[in-house]
């Protein structure tokens, strides 16, 4: 026997029986963004590795330890993408859409990112994320933290908000070398992985969770304090946006994102319901990055939510989603009953009636069976008689009652 082939790790399967859940995300996803105003965008899950070196940064995780890259036969550098937003970024540039005003796109997919997989983290993971390029005012940022928390809530998932302003190339340099001194200074309370960054990216520093390093980061001098004007005022706009919708958000002054683009607001929604991978989303402003991948000078922002991390946090909190079912299973006792099945399947189907059978036919018991896994609604059992007469029993299996129907009255009986 050849030996089985297993799919690569951190890469998973999602088989019929889970793959509704998905797809329920996706339905509230879309009704909702839809409110928002935002279009779907679909760009490939390959680009050329310099997009991501580029607009992510090269010295991020994401792009310098975790990203997917080979060479195409000695054409180009590609990647398998690691996030959306520099895709979709460059998209807005190569089709000039600029001249169209301010574009809100969404966006729903698989991700790569070659981490050490773990509950919540995978090396093919699924995101579904917005971006809206043209628009500079704080107005965009609450409405976009609104419709995440609107998407969020009709799903079903409880999230805290932490909001930071990351600053932008006005504050940010001077405030990083303060950040470098103060940082140098403090070495020996770091840990190894914290003194590798104070060069290459000190602001990730800010983030480290370990616990001996949390006196000297706790102390850190703090970007916040530190705003331009225009950063500043901004700031107070999104947190005075937020507080009239009522949005509950904590200000977090060490919330840094994984990705260099930011600029101004960054946030993430987390669940402590998940464990160590309690980030459900994250997102926030990235003015430059059109610019930095050699388009017009735009203002973006955008968001991303994990579709695993959001699955686990609705499996944590025991909140079932709608699973769409079959209103009926025709059985069949014989075989005119198996015909008329057949034909009455295909009639009910076209009306528009989700409707099942069992073409191996056999045992009823084996039938009902099968009405039961596929949580059908109702069931009929056909035979001989049923043919002859035109009638049968509709059975409610979740109320365990029946009545007698008229086969052609059925389409109408069960009509949504
Ligand atoms: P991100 O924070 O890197 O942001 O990813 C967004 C979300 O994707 C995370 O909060 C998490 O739920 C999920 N995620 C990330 N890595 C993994 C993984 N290895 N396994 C499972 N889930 C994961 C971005 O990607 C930005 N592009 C978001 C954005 C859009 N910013 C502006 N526009």
Redesign the pocket.
């Known amino acids: 026997m050849p030996r089985k082939i297993a799919g690569v790790k951190g890469m998973n399967d999602v088989l019929p029986a889970a793959v509704w859940r998905w797809q329920e995300m996706e339905r509230v996803a879309r009704e909702v963004f839809a409110l928002y105003g935002y279009g779907e965008v679909r760009t490939p899950v390959v680009e050329p590795a310099a997009l991501f070196v580029r607009g992510v940064g090269e010295a991020t995780d994401?792009v310098n330890k975790e990203m997917y890259v080979f060479e195409d036969k000695g054409e180009e550098t590609l990647a398998l993408r690691p996030?959306?937003?520099a895709g979709v970024v460059r998209a807005y540039i190569e089709h000039g859409c600029h001249v169209e005003g301010l574009q809100k796109w969404f966006y729903l997919g698989p991700?790569f990112?070659r981490?050490r997989p773990q509950k919540?983290?995978?090396?093919q993971?699924h995101?579904i994320?917005c971006?809206c390029l043209g628009v500079l005012e704080p107005g965009i940022d609450v409405e976009q933290i609104a419709m995440v928390d609107d998407f969020l809530s009709r799903l079903g998932v409880k999230a805290e908000l932490r909001l930071n302003s990351v600053g932008d190339a006005e504050c940010r340099p001077t405030y990083l070398q303060d950040l470098k001194a103060y940082l140098n200074a403090h070495r020996a309370g770091l840990c190894s992985d914290c003194v590798e960054r104070i060069e290459r990216n000190p602001l990730r520093v800010l983030d480290c969770k370990v616990e001996g390093c949390q006196p000297v980061l706790a102390n850190a001098p703090s970007l916040l304090d530190r705003l331009c004007q225009g950063c500043r005022t901004h700031f107070a706009a999104v947190r005075e946006g937020l507080e009239a919708l009522g949005i509950a958000h904590r200000v977090d002054p060490r919330l840094v994102?994984?990705?260099d683009y930011y600029v101004r607001t960054a946030y993430?929604f987390s669940s402590s319901a998940i464990g160590a991978?309690s980030?459900?989303?994250?997102?926030?402003r990235?003015d430059g990055l059109a610019e930095t991948l050699g388009g017009q000078p735009t203002p973006g922002?955008?968001?991303?939510?994990?579709q695993?991390?959001l699955l686990l946090v609705l499996e944590a909190e025991g909140r079932p989603l709608a699973q769409a079912r079959p209103s009926l299973f025709l059985l069949s006792a014989d075989e005119a009953g198996a015909r008329l099945a057949q034909r009455l399947a295909a009639s009910l189907r076209k009306a528009g009636i989700a409707c099942d059978l069992d073409p191996r036919g056999g045992k009823l018991s084996r039938q009902f069976k099968q009405a039961e896994r596929v949580r059908a609604r109702f069931a009929v059992v056909l035979g001989g008689n049923e043919a002859a007469s035109g009638q049968a029993k509709l059975r409610d299996l979740d109320r365990r009652t029946e009545e007698a129907v008229a086969l052609s009255e059925l389409a109408r009986r069960l009509a949504p």
Not at 279 to 284: D, E, M, N, S
């Open positions: 994401i996030e959306g937003t991700m990112r981490e919540g983290r995978y090396r993971f995101q994320g971006e994102r994984g990705l993430e991978q980030a459900v989303g994250g997102g926030g990235y922002i955008g968001f991303a939510l994990g695993e991390r």
